[in-house]
């Protein structure tokens, strides 16, 4: 009895691996919609990283203030002011009128006096007006003005520290020399706003680069293209030869198992060879084949053909299981960002592709490149195969008695 099981099982995967040549004509097939799609991403995310954000901001100031006029024809043409900030000389009126229409982001009301005073210590307050309803760029003008703010203060609070403690031990010959080097010494700063922040690069597609986030998307999304073209192998046989079969011991259970266990073996021989060859090329400082990724390449194959044998075998197993494979991978792709990546999706789109079994598949064939996979994605893709593989064998079980 073993040995005709064993046998059994041995035939099921040397017919399932007659579908290579199919397989792989269909994977160059999708291979090129695959790439369509991740070259129009990969140039809409390069073509958002690349724009710069432009601030509008009037400047309302005193006619009549020579030192503010000088001071504000300097700080306009800063190029660090420059490729962030346009500022606009308007009167009050015509700036909130802007405001209002939306034209400018905010207004900045400089007091008469204001240079004089801010040299002697008085330290008169400039107004800004930001609207209620502010946008990004105005949000980010706000963050730059209070760090600006602070560091003037801080910098106000080192002179007159200095100078109040040369002054109290009577070194009044040192004041006006380390007033001149503090005075040096604050402005590199103020004059690179570099400093107020920390660099830190933010991308759509997350610690993978563009190219490598639609590859890693790309490649599942051909896992599940191409088993929509084995669902042939679990589609119901005849009846003569279920009875055939039950009569001889072998069970539905036991030939769906088989039927399964062949599939797998096929787009594992597949994928494995195909990053073999990947790694005898230049490309191969990318990936490595090793136990991690042997393993994280056979749990995703292992996912994709449960979730496709689940859809054969609750369904015909024909044309409504294929178009139910394509229909719910290609929406799984989108809700799960890797059509369009996250931060472009609506919050209720992000939210339903979070449970999705396709959003753990991509993690985890991002680590067979990066290694950036977490035990997360690896315990959502166990999960999500021994239910897609129990509730095949349930549906199994239950047709089997229908008939």
């Known amino acids: ?21 199919r397989l792989l004509l269909c994977g160059i097939i999708f291979l090129a919609v695959v790439s369509v799609i991740g070259i129009c991403g990969n140039t809409m995310l390069s073509d958002d990283s690349g724009r710069q954000m432009d601030v509008n901001i009037a400047a309302v100031m005193p006619a009549d203030d020579s030192a503010i006029s ?34 400018i982001s905010a207004i900045i009301e400089i007091p008469e006096g204001f240079v004089d005073d801010l040299m002697y210590g008085v330290n008169t307050p400039a107004t800004i007006v930001i609207p209620e309803s502010a946008g990004m760029e105005t949000l980010i003008f706000r963050s730059m003005m209070s760090a600006g703010a602070k560091s003037l203060a801080t910098s106000e609070a080192g002179i007159y520290a ?37 660099a830190d690069k933010v991308s759509a597609t997350g610690q993978t680069s563009a190219a490598g986030y639609y590859i890693c998307s790309g490649i ?89 044998m689940f859809l054969c075998c609750v369904g015909d197993g024909g044309l409504i299981s294929m178009l139910c494979i394509f229909g719910t991978g290609i929406f799984m792709m989108y809700a799960c960002g890797r059509i ?34 977490t035990g997360r994605s690896i315990f959502t893709c166990v999960i999500y195969t021994i239910i897609f593989v129990s509730g095949s064998l349930v549906a199994t079980a239950v047709k089997g008695r229908d008939r």
Do not use: W
């Open 162 to 198: 200095v100078s109040d403690f040369l002054e109290y031990y009577g070194y009044d010959e040192y004041i006006t020399p380390s007033q001149d080097e503090l005075y040096n010494f604050y402005m590199k700063y103020a004059f690179n706003r570099m400093y107020f922040f920390k």
């Open 220 to 308: 599942v999304l051909i896992l599940i293209m191409c088993g929509a073209i084995a669902i042939d192998r679990f589609s119901n046989r005849p009846r003569a030869v279920m009875e055939s079969l039950r009569t001889g011991g072998i069970s539905n259970i036991y030939v769906r198992i088989c039927e399964y266990a062949g599939v797998v073996i096929t787009f594992f021989i597949i994928m494995l060879a195909a990053l073999f060859i990947v790694s005898l090329t230049p490309a191969s400082g990318y990936i490595s084949l090793n136990a991690h990724v042997i393993a994280a390449l056979a749990l995703i194959i292992a996912c994709t053909i449960s979730y496709i």
């Open 1 to 21: 009895m073993i040995r005709k099981h064993f046998l059994f099982a041995i035939f099921q995967i040397k017919s399932t691996l007659r579908i290579i040549p």
């Open 340 to 373: 369009l990546p996250e931060p472009y999706l609506p919050d209720a789109v992000n939210s339903i592709g979070n449970y999705l079994p396709v959003k753990s598949m991509c993690a985890l064939m991002e680590s067979v490149f990066y290694g950036t996979g």
């Open 70 to 103: 000088v001071g504000f024809q300097v700080i306009k043409n800063m190029d660090s002011i420059k490729s962030i900030c346009r500022f606009i000389a308007m009167d009050k009126d015509a700036a909130l009128d802007a405001l209002a229409r939306g034209e």
